[in-house]
């Protein structure tokens, strides 16, 4: 896999050096762009955003593509989507650069879609709008996703790792957001996905810290755009037709773990979603990570968490558990799941939302394992 990617980067800069050609600049303004996730607006012309899952999505006419970007570290990783396929895996660098998306197509209406791989800690990326051939123009979106799913996890919702081999030292490269089981179950019922995801974040301890707790907890940070920056904070004008938590790994993965304040962290967390969102349909899950005496724990602690939240009436509240991940898949960096595991998960929680909700399994993008995903 990672022969692959060094070919196709080598590409992209080519292709970026070598743009040529009459071309028009379409804005990031432009109303025919539909963006997904948490982006900070307060430069129009230069949308921001730094969150796993981020999405710039739009429909144009013509023979080629190409998006202007900036990017604070140089280190994100983006899907680059055209018609159904993803076709190229862009490493954005510092400095607004142009980089070609794609070129020498058919003269007729494509979809495009640049899709963020890797999680906030890589940095923040600006995007300044599409180039497309001179004359041409972008067109109304054919494939309007009209279901939002949202969920708010760690770094098994980042995709920590998922990419790489249990050797293997985590980077930018290893990590693949697109196929998580939040991703792929976005996809799967042709939902828009936004993701609120960091690595070793918990809901009141995060990663071998301290019993008593951290500051940067998920719960105390939720409302930011930008994990790290108290402004600005996100406006939560989109609705999610549900959210999906996957939280809790971290608060007792190792020692120290506090039930009591889990459990009342977890709690006051999901009164604050049903505020923000007006009573949305909640999933509490229980990711793959935990085994033996941590994951009876945090079972039992979730579970409990549901049958409380029920009662209070504000909104319902579900528990599913995904698989543990025993190794038959393989093991990812550090112990995370790998792709093939993330798509075992995805399959139990697509089945699991399309009873819940009744929702059709309608895949729009065909893509890597999303083709065959159901057959399993």
């Given at each position: 896999m990672r022969r692959l990617i060094v070919y196709l980067f080598a590409g992209v800069f080519l292709c970026a050096a070598c743009f040529t050609g009459s071309s028009d600049t379409i804005p990031a303004t432009d109303p025919k762009i539909e963006y997904t996730g948490r982006i900070d607006f307060s430069n129009p012309l230069a949308p921001k955003f730094s969150y796993s899952g981020v999405s710039i999505h739009a429909c144009f006419k013509g023979k080629s593509i190409s998006a202007v970007?900036?990017?604070?570290?140089?280190?994100?990783?983006?899907?680059?989507?055209?018609?159904?396929?993803?076709?190229?895996?862009?490493?954005?660098?510092?400095?607004?650069?142009?980089?070609?998306?794609?070129?020498?197509?058919?003269?007729?209406?494509?979809?495009?879609?640049?899709?963020?791989?890797?999680?906030?800690?890589?940095?923040?990326?600006?995007?300044?709008?599409?180039?497309?051939?001179?004359?041409?123009?972008?067109?109304?979106?054919?494939?309007?996703?009209?279901?939002?799913?949202?969920?708010?996890?760690?770094?098994?919702?980042?995709?920590?790792?998922?990419?790489?081999?249990?050797?293997?030292?985590?980077?930018?490269?290893?990590?693949?957001?697109?196929?998580?089981?939040a991703a792929i179950t976005s996809r799967n019922f042709n939902a828009k996905h936004l993701a609120v995801?960091?690595?070793?974040?918990?809901?009141?301890?995060?990663?071998?810290?301290?019993?008593?707790?951290?500051?940067?907890?998920?719960?105390?940070?939720?409302?930011?755009?930008?994990?790290?920056?108290?402004?600005?904070?996100?406006?939560?004008?989109?609705?999610?037709?549900?959210?999906?938590?996957?939280?809790?790994?971290?608060?007792?993965?190792?020692?120290?773990?506090?039930?009591?304040?889990?459990?009342?962290?977890?709690?006051?967390?999901?009164?604050?979603?049903?505020?923000?969102?007006?009573?949305?349909?909640?999933?509490?899950?229980?990711?793959p990570m935990l085994n033996g005496n941590d994951l009876i724990k945090v079972r039992k602690y979730l579970q409990f968490i549901v049958e409380i939240a029920n009662k209070k009436g504000n909104g319902n509240v579900y528990f599913f558990e995904m698989s543990e991940q025993t190794g038959d898949l393989g093991l990812g960096i550090d112990y995370h799941p790998t792709v093939a595991q993330h798509i075992r998960n995805s399959v139990e929680l697509i089945n699991f939302i399309s009873a819940l909700k009744e929702w059709t399994i309608c895949p729009h993008n065909k893509s890597t394992a999303d083709h065959s995903i159901m057959k399993r």
């Open positions: 970007l900036d990017d604070s570290l140089g280190q994100n990783y983006y899907n680059i989507i055209l018609d159904d396929s993803v076709i190229m895996v862009l490493k954005i660098e510092k400095g607004k650069k142009q980089y070609t998306l794609a070129a020498n197509l058919r003269d007729t209406i494509h979809e495009i879609e640049i899709f963020k791989r890797t999680e906030e800690m890589f940095g923040k990326t600006s995007f300044y709008g599409f180039v497309i051939n001179q004359g041409t123009s972008l067109v109304e979106i054919s494939n309007r996703r009209t279901r939002l799913i949202e969920f708010i996890g760690n770094s098994i919702t980042c995709g920590y790792g998922n990419e790489g081999k249990l050797s293997e030292k985590f980077g930018a490269s290893t990590e693949n957001h697109y196929m998580t089981y995801c960091k690595s070793g974040i918990g809901i009141y301890r995060n990663y071998n810290g301290p019993s008593i707790g951290n500051k940067d907890c998920m719960p105390n940070y939720y409302s930011r755009i930008f994990l790290y920056d108290s402004i600005p904070l996100y406006d939560f004008k989109h609705k999610p037709d549900l959210i999906c938590i996957d939280l809790g790994t971290n608060d007792f993965n190792t020692e120290g773990g506090d039930s009591s304040k889990f459990v009342k962290g977890y709690l006051k967390f999901i009164e604050i979603l049903h505020h923000k969102y007006s009573k949305p349909d909640i999933i509490c899950l229980l990711g």
